[in-house]
């Protein structure tokens, strides 16, 4: 059964990321501000990234990946930028190495 990753832009210019099963009822469901807490008080949302997977195990991993993001990583993904979102990927894998963990001993 196929499913998506989907990204929505919320009147408070903020993003929701969800996945679903059934695309077109889940935003409908959104729109109505049936579809989350968060979202129903952000109306009016609007759709801006979709993703198509396999199963929804596959959708559901995605989500939690991109949740994660920051909001230009995000923004880079609904731009289609990859070039972009490899650069992010990269300045926060140089972040973090610049800050090694604390060991105890």
Known sequence: MKAWLYILKCADDSYYTGS???LA???T???RGEGSEYTSRRLPIKLVYVEEFQSEHEAFLRERQVKG???AKKEALIRGDFDALTALSRSHS???SNHPEP???
């Open 69 to 71: 993001w920051s909001r």
């Open 94 to 96: 140089c972040l973090a």
């Open 103 to 105: 060991v105890e001993g």
């Open 29 to 31: 469901q959104h729109i």
């Open 25 to 27: 009822l889940r935003i």
């Open 20 to 22: 679903t099963n059934n």
